[in-house]
């Protein structure tokens, strides 16, 4: 099998606040490029473990201070452009998703200068899926639709 002929286990975070807003973590390597925390698993490591660590990483917020609300039911999967084809993440990434809510202060969060993101921002849901890169888009409105009644702006009249 070639080296990029394989998805990347990982697990990723939708962290609300308590309005029902995303935080969004915008790219360092693409400006504009906007995205939920995400990763991949650790040998060993349960999907839920990662997605905590991967929140805590990505944006310095404590697994104590997020609370689990859901879990998608099945792993989801993007696949990558083929120019973005790699020997860690091959042709894509199948993840385990979570849901938390995080009811603490702001100025918590922390993207660290020189990681893999610049900015962070809470945001509805509906506008991330606008500022996220294409081939996320299907799986990020999968999450969407599953998380919809805690999601600012989603809620029926």
């Known amino acids: 099998m070639h080296q990029s002929q394989f998805f990347r286990a990982g ?16 790219r360092a390597d693409t400006p504009g490029a906007w995205q939920l925390p995400q990763g991949g698993l650790d040998p060993g490591e349960e999907p839920l473990a990662a ?47 979570f849901l938390f809510r995080y009811s603490g202060v702001s100025t918590t969060i922390d993207v660290a200068p020189g990681g893999e993101f610049r ?12 500022l996220t890169a294409a081939f996320r888009r299907p799986l990020y409105r999968r999450l969407a639709a599953r998380f919809r009644e805690h999601l600012a702006g989603s809620r029926s009249a």
Do not use: C, M, N
């Open 11 to 26: 697990a990723g975070a939708v962290i609300i606040d308590r309005q029902g807003l995303v935080l969004a973590l915008e």
């Open 119 to 130: 900015a962070w921002q809470w945001l509805p849901f509906e506008e991330l899926l606008v």
């Open 51 to 97: 997605g905590l660590r991967e929140a805590e990483e990505e944006t310095g917020l404590p697994a104590a201070g997020l609370a689990l609300l859901d879990a998608y039911p099945e792993p989801l999967v993007y696949e990558l452009p083929p120019k973005f084809h790699s020997g860690k993440t091959g042709r894509g990434q199948v993840q385990y998703w």
